[in-house]
């Protein structure tokens, strides 16, 4: 990590205006060469990358569920359009789509489990893999609470979003989020994007979209508050996410007390032990 510490920043992703598109999908792979990880259509719906994953840094999901409290479509408001909607098989659906990525946590379990040092928070606050040290023992893959982190099967080490690290260093913004033409993806100082979203929250409710909700903004939550956040259109599980994710790492000091109370109990029990033996020969 530098020394040289520098305003925390990240990414405020807006699903109500995302018009899944997959510019960034797009721009993440070709910015940072990472390889093509299927064409194929699931049959689903039209998503093609279904997850992220070692090879999918960025991935835009297609929701569709029935339309919401009998509304023809959700209402416009100043800024762009909300989720869009659409008549399918002759039943009235919406479409919510949105940009998932990784989360870049503020208490990051995949930090504290990583042996090599791999994995480090950059001078930004992000959380990067450094492919070179991974020596693909995959701990950093189950510790992760919202299941990014990924293995490749051809070396078997771990991938994920770096934020675009190069491109910060160099005063850039990441490819995703220079992208988007909807400006669904934002990008800039985590303070100022807590303060832009919540007032986006607000005329949203004001527009009659009730529903409309933040998730990983609050820094007093499992994780710590994320460096990527999102605005909702329904519950975080409709969108595959953890209701109320918490560092798996959380639990960790605890564990090391009791193991080395534990282990002192035993060597104590273990000198006496000898010490009766001791008398006994006497």
């Given at each position: 990590m530098s020394e040289e510490t520098q305003e925390r920043v990240g990414f405020f992703t807006d699903t109500s205006i995302c018009i899944g598109c997959k510019a960034c999908e797009v721009?993440?792979?070709?910015?940072?060469?990472?390889?093509?990880?299927?064409?194929?259509?699931?049959?689903?719906?039209?998503?093609?990358?279904?997850?992220?994953?070692?090879?999918?840094?960025?991935?835009?999901?297609?929701?569709?569920?029935?339309?919401?409290?009998?509304?023809?479509?959700?209402?416009?408001?100043?800024?762009?359009?909300?989720?869009?909607?659409?008549?399918?098989?002759?039943?009235?659906?919406?479409?919510?789509?949105?940009?998932?990525?990784?989360?870049?946590?503020?208490?990051?379990?995949?930090?504290?489990?990583?042996?090599?040092?791999?994995?480090?928070?950059?001078?930004?606050?992000?959380?990067?893999?450094?492919?070179?040290?991974?020596?693909?023992?995959?701990?950093?893959?189950?510790?992760?609470?919202?299941?990014?982190?990924?293995?490749?099967?051809?070396?078997?080490?771990?991938?994920?979003?770096?934020?675009?690290?190069?491109?910060?260093?160099?005063?850039?913004?990441?490819a995703c989020a220079k992208a988007c033409p909807t400006e669904s993806i934002q990008f800039g100082p985590l303070d100022e994007l807590r303060e832009r979203a919540a007032l986006r929250v607000d005329q949203l409710h004001d527009a009659g979209v009730t529903d409309a909700r933040l998730y990983g903004h609050d820094p007093d939550d499992g994780v710590g508050g994320d460096g990527a956040f999102f605005l909702l259109l329904d519950k975080p599980e409709v969108y595959g996410l953890p209701p109320d994710p918490v560092v798996t790492t959380r639990d960790l000091p605890a564990m090391w007390k009791h193991a080395g109370a534990a282990a002192l109990s035993l060597l104590g029990g273990v000198a006496l032990a000898f010490a009766a033996a001791g008398r006994g020969r006497r």
């Open positions: 721009a993440c792979k070709e910015w940072n060469a990472i390889p093509e990880d299927g064409l194929s259509l699931t049959g689903m719906s039209y998503d093609n990358t279904q997850a992220l994953g070692a090879s999918t840094w960025r991935h835009v999901a297609f929701i569709e569920q029935p339309r919401p409290d009998g509304r023809t479509q959700l209402p416009l408001v100043e800024g762009g359009a909300t989720a869009q909607e659409a008549v399918v098989d002759g039943g009235e659906m919406r479409w919510l789509m949105s940009s998932d990525v990784c989360k870049h946590c503020t208490h990051a379990a995949c930090l504290d489990v990583c042996p090599t040092g791999s994995l480090f928070r950059t001078e930004f606050g992000t959380v990067v893999v450094q492919e070179d040290i991974c020596n693909g023992c995959g701990y950093c893959v189950p510790a992760c609470p919202y299941g990014v982190i990924e293995q490749r099967p051809a070396d078997g080490r771990a991938f994920k979003c770096t934020m675009c690290y190069d491109r910060l260093g160099a005063g850039q913004e990441p």
